[in-house]
């Protein structure tokens, strides 16, 4: 009768050590994919492309032309304002401005290293 007791006690703590393990989740250098940005908010990463790969008169890419990337505070960043029907984009630490009617690149403007 001991025996089976302690043999579901010993089964019991098992299964909260894994528990508590599972709730823990995978450690920082478990080589898993951790959250780019774990404190939530808005992202900005896209597959890089370095600006130097861009010329003024290109088309934008597709996955770039979305609203998170349209720099509204383009005079903290010391930007030139843009002209009517352009718009400023931050994207991968660079500025690039483009037309919003048809997404061609007016200017880059390279992010500080």
Known sequence: MNKRIVVQ???LSFCGVSLVAIAAGPSPDAGGE???NPAGGRQQVMPSIPHRDWHKGQRLPAEYRHYNFVMNDWRSHGLDAPSR???WLGINGDYVLVSTSNWTIS???AGTP
Do not use: R, T
Request: proline letters at 0%; zero cysteines.
């Open 9 to 11: 006690l010993v089964a």
């Open 34 to 36: 951790q959250m780019a």
């Open 107 to 109: 200017d880059i403007v």
């Open 85 to 87: 029907g352009k718009k």
